[in-house]
């Protein structure tokens, strides 16, 4: 019980911030994918160097245990990857900027875009059997991070992509990595 | 105090300034509910229990049984959370209301029917889901979760994803890319 009152408060941020930075525009999103607006980018990868910075040291003092981390199973992750981006920069959403459209009174998102993901989801469900085992086998290396894979320090992992991260905002901010919009009519 | 009052009522922050609101929420999220963030894992739990309403013998399977078991959960209770989110901040900022068609870009990308944004959404929704189940996570259940505890797959997720958003881009503006 205590657990789904948690995951509703940490819903609510998490949709919260999606509104404020925007995600829930297509123009947003279809702006990332042209390169004029690199909103997403940079929201996202904000968000990853902030959590690692703070959970990788609480690990490695053995304060806490990383819950199961995503599977790599490369084939799978890529394909999957290729597929998303299709209908991701068609539709101009993905699961979670959809629902919390759908939460600020956009009517498209609700309501086709709702019938789309279940939709999609019973579809997934329904041919699992098929699908995924195949795929999923392939160059699995199973629950695992980077640090752990390569046995490199995690803390040098950690300050190495967030000055990867850091990089990558000087050269779309300061650098012209962000392209011009075209005019539109 | 005002100053923060303030820019809870602005209607967009920094993406730098949200970013780090949604990585304390991944923080939260590791250390307090030993758990990640995501959204597709939602939509295969309401699914399941819509289709096992429906057609019970169909629904009857592996993967709604025990992969992602029909009905509620801690992945929908995230997603009603993330719905509510929405709503939060948009009467944050006094911009919430029921509406359709609100997107400009939409209007010169694909033209103002309405029938068309409500068929490309469906269609994109989708396979939206579809590749979510394959690759094993959406854009918050692999990308944003993997990629915050620095998981390959989120990695190779992204990059999949923004190689063929750009080109898909690149087929639907043509010469306005």
Redesign the interface.
């Known amino acids: 019980m205590n ?2 009152i ?17 995600l ?4 947003t999103i ?6 004029t607006d ?3 980018l ?11 910075i ?2 990788y040291p ?1 690990r490695l003092l053995g304060v ?11 084939v ?34 609700l ?16 041919t ?2 098929k ?2 085992p195949p ?2 086998k392939l160059l699995n ?1 199973g ?5 752990d ?1 390569w046995n490199i320090n995690a803390l040098l ?2 300050f190495v ?1 967030a000055l990867i991260t850091l990089v990558l ?1 000087y050269l779309i901010d300061r650098m012209g990595w962000q392209r011009q919009q ?4 | 105090m005002s100053w923060l009052t303030k820019q809870i009522q ?1 209607e ?2 920094s ?23 995501g ?2 894992g ?3 739990n ?3 229990a ?2 096992k309403a429906v057609a019970p013998d ?2 009857n ?4 049984n025990f ?2 078991p029909a009905g ?1 959960s ?2 929908v ?14 009467l ?1 900022s006094r ?12 209007k ?2 694909y033209g103002p029917q309405l029938w068309k ?38 990695f ?14 690149k087929i ?2 043509g010469k ?2």
């Not at chain 2, 209770?77 to 709503?87: K, V």
């Not at chain 2, 919430?96 to 870009?105: A, E, F, H, S, Y």
């Open positions: 657990e789904y948690l995951a509703l408060v940490l819903g609510v941020m998490f949709g919260f911030a999606l509104n404020k930075a925007g829930t525009r297509y123009s279809a702006g990332q994918f042209r390169l690199m909103a997403v940079k929201f996202i990868m904000t968000a990853l160097v902030v959590t690692m703070g959970v609480l806490i245990t990383f819950p199961t981390v995503p599977s790599t199973y490369i799978g992750n890529l394909v999957g990857g290729l597929i998303f981006g299709v209908g991701m920069s068609l539709a101009g959403f993905c699961p979670g900027t959809m629902t919390a459209g759908a939460g600020e009174g956009k009517l498209d998102y309501v086709p875009g709702m019938l789309g993901f279940l939709t999609g989801a019973a579809l997934f469900g329904l699992y059997d699908v995924f795929i999923s290396y629950s695992v991070v980077i640090p894979l992992a950690v992509m905002f075209k005019k539109l009519d | 602005k967009l922050w993406p730098y300034g949200a970013g780090v609101l949604l990585g304390l929420v991944g923080i939260f999220t590791v250390v307090f509910a030993n758990r990640l963030l959204a597709s939602g939509f295969e309401i699914a399941g819509l289709g169909l629904f399977n592996t993967y709604f992969v992602m509620l801690y992945a209770l995230l997603l009603i959370g993330i719905f509510f989110g929405g709503t939060l901040g948009a944050s911009t919430l209301k029921v509406r359709t068609m609100d997107d400009g870009q939409w010169q990308a944004r409500w068929l490309l959404l469906f269609v994109g929704g989708i396979i939206v889901q579809y590749a979510a189940g394959i690759a094993g996570g959406c854009t918050s259940g692999l990308l944003i979760s993997g990629g915050m505890l620095l998981a390959p797959a989120a190779l997720f992204m990059a999949g994803t923004f190689a063929s958003g750009i080109c898909t881009a639907i503006y306005r890319y």
